[in-house]
């Protein structure tokens, strides 16, 4: 870390750690453990999909990135560009691989790659081409990117679209902290939510969460507020708690998604603005992408855009082959008994066409990634890696076997 007097400059400087390691032998993970909560939300934002790829050469979608904030560790994985242990290893432990991650210039890699500082025309339009799509559909492309673990990343249920029309909500994330259920002095003026939304590039959905154990006990949205927010570029509401002048929000031109609906203010007032939320189980931050429709709302990561729209109508092309075949005449019990499993996983997978023979994986099809050094990645396991690796693990047999017989004999 830097001296306490001054400002880090790079990642590692701001971190207690940056590491890498081996996660097997045909991965490694880079792990980067921050000492405080500003650190961690630094490192959180700037560590991005775009960034790993631009930085080790791999593609967004063979990535995995976890983000541990109780412990203010984030983790990115992805595939070894040349398996552990073969022939061309040059870092049998990986070792070495976080020093780019490290050097990172923190102020200029957050201007390049943070996706909320600034809403381009090319990202409007990325974003605006999310609303075709439903949140399932969304979702099981997600699921294929491995941009983020399958439990989570979606609201859980316990909130509904109170309000709102078929067209799936699109936006950035403002959020808020609110209390009603006891009085209290640690009320804020609502013209902080208002001013937040009107800083914020592109079109905004609100997210609030209601602080009461349980919430609802009284309403922030009913026709007052919701009137003022629909004079602002809000896409969206969403809150844990109730709403209520439900004939009023309705008509209103952006939906609200809450647990329900409740009759008064009761001691009603906002806590907090810009800070981290969690509703219906999905935790939020502010400048978060959300998409929303009847099923409920999905965070889309860093990293997401443009990816997710090539992938979800990869899915659904597979997906429809499946249905069109099933109500066709060619359709029988036994065709489908005999169906083998990795063929009906390819439509939840996106895989264009089954593993071919010497892979392990079915894997989605991904351009050639040029590694430091002029190593090639493909995006795929073969048997040829398995080939090395036995080879070297022979090797590394024998040459112990022939130096514990030259002990012995030297002994004897």
Same mark, same amino acid.
């Given at each position: 870390?830097?001296? @306490?007097?001054?400002?880090? &400059?790079?990642?590692?400087?701001? +971190?207690?750690?940056?590491?890498?390691?081996? +996660?097997? =032998?045909?991965?490694?993970?880079?792990?980067?453990?921050?000492?405080?909560?500003? &650190?961690?939300?630094?490192?959180?934002?700037?560590?991005?999909?775009?960034?790993?790829?631009?930085?080790?050469?791999?593609?967004?979608?063979?990535?995995?990135?976890?983000?541990?904030?109780?412990?203010?560790?984030?983790?990115?994985?992805? @595939?070894?560009?040349?398996?552990?242990?073969?022939?061309?290893?040059?870092?049998?432990?990986?070792?070495? %691989?976080?020093?780019?991650? +490290?050097?990172?210039?923190?102020? &200029?890699?957050?201007?390049?790659?943070?996706?909320?500082?600034?809403?381009?025309?090319?990202?409007?339009?990325?974003?605006?081409?999310?609303?075709?799509?439903?949140?399932?559909?969304?979702?099981? &492309?997600?699921?294929?990117?491995? $941009?983020?673990?399958?439990? /989570?990343?979606?609201?859980?249920?316990?909130?509904?679209?109170?309000?709102?029309?078929?067209? =799936?909500?699109?936006?950035?994330?403002?959020?808020?902290?609110? /209390?009603?259920?006891?009085?209290?002095?640690?009320?804020?003026?609502?013209? %902080?939510?208002?001013?937040?939304?009107?800083?914020?590039?592109? @079109?905004?959905?609100?997210?609030?969460?209601?602080?009461?154990?349980?919430?609802?006990?009284?309403?922030?949205?009913?026709?007052?507020?919701?009137?003022?927010?629909?004079?602002?570029?809000?896409?969206?509401?969403?809150?844990?708690?109730?709403?209520?002048?439900?004939?009023? $929000?309705?008509?209103?031109?952006?939906?609200?998604?809450?647990?329900?609906?409740?009759?008064?203010?009761?001691?009603?007032?906002?806590?907090?603005?810009?800070t981290d939320v969690t509703v219906a189980g999905l935790t939020v931050r502010p400048g978060d992408l959300l998409h929303g429709d009847e099923h409920g709302v999905l965070h889309l990561p860093p990293?997401?855009?443009?990816?997710?729209?090539?992938?979800?109508?990869?899915?659904?092309?597979?997906?429809?082959?499946?249905?069109?075949?099933?109500?066709? +005449?060619?359709?029988?019990?036994?065709?489908?008994?005999?169906?083998?499993?990795?063929?009906?996983?390819?439509?939840?997978?996106?895989?264009?066409?089954?593993?071919? @023979?010497?892979?392990?994986?079915?894997?989605?099809?991904?351009?050639?990634?040029?590694m430091p050094g002029g190593q090639v990645w493909s995006g795929r396991l073969t048997c040829d890696d398995f080939r090395l690796v036995g080879l070297k693990l022979i090797f590394l047999v024998v040459?112990?076997?022939?130096?514990?017989?030259?002990?012995?004999?030297?002994?004897?």
């Amino acid at each position: 870390m830097a001296d @306490p007097g001054d400002a880090p &400059a790079t990642l590692g400087e701001l +971190a207690l750690e940056v590491r890498s390691k081996n +996660a097997g =032998p045909f991965w490694m993970t880079l792990e980067a453990f921050m000492p405080d909560d500003q &650190a961690y939300r630094i490192a959180d934002a700037l560590i991005t999909a775009e960034l790993i790829s631009e930085l080790y050469h791999v593609p967004p979608a063979s990535l995995q990135i976890f983000r541990i904030p109780d412990l203010r560790v984030v983790k990115v994985s992805f @595939p070894r560009p040349i398996v552990q242990g073969s022939l061309r290893d040059r870092d049998m432990h990986a070792g070495q %691989h976080h020093v780019p991650l +490290a050097n990172v210039n923190v102020s &200029a890699a957050q201007r390049k790659h943070h996706p909320r500082d600034l809403m381009t025309a090319t990202s409007v339009n990325a974003t605006e081409s999310l609303a075709r799509w439903d949140t399932p559909a969304l979702s099981n &492309a997600l699921d294929a990117l491995r $941009l983020r673990p399958r439990g /989570a990343g979606y609201s859980d249920g316990s909130i509904q679209r109170i309000t709102g029309t078929a067209a =799936p909500m699109v936006g950035r994330a403002v959020t808020a902290r609110m /209390a009603a259920r006891e009085p209290g002095e640690d009320g804020i003026s609502v013209s %902080h939510l208002h001013k937040a939304i009107a800083q914020t590039d592109g @079109p905004v959905v609100v997210v609030l969460e209601d602080r009461d154990d349980p919430a609802g006990a009284g309403a922030f949205l009913g026709e007052v507020n919701g009137s003022l927010l629909a004079a602002l570029p809000v896409k969206g509401v969403i809150t844990n708690g109730r709403v209520r002048d439900v004939a009023e $929000l309705r008509a209103f031109p952006y939906p609200v998604y809450a647990a329900g609906l409740c009759v008064a203010r009761a001691y009603m007032r906002l806590t907090d603005v810009g800070t981290d939320v969690t509703v219906a189980g999905l935790t939020v931050r502010p400048g978060d992408l959300l998409h929303g429709d009847e099923h409920g709302v999905l965070h889309l990561p860093p990293g997401a855009l443009p990816d997710i729209i090539e992938q979800a109508e990869l899915i659904r092309e597979n997906e429809q082959k499946i249905v069109e075949w099933s109500r066709s +005449a060619d359709f029988s019990v036994d065709k489908l008994l005999q169906l083998r499993r990795g063929e009906l996983a390819e439509a939840a997978c996106g895989c264009r066409k089954p593993a071919p @023979p010497g892979h392990m994986l079915c894997v989605r099809p991904s351009a050639r990634s040029t590694m430091p050094g002029g190593q090639v990645w493909s995006g795929r396991l073969t048997c040829d890696d398995f080939r090395l690796v036995g080879l070297k693990l022979i090797f590394l047999v024998v040459t112990r076997a022939v130096s514990v017989l030259g002990l012995s004999r030297r002994e004897a």
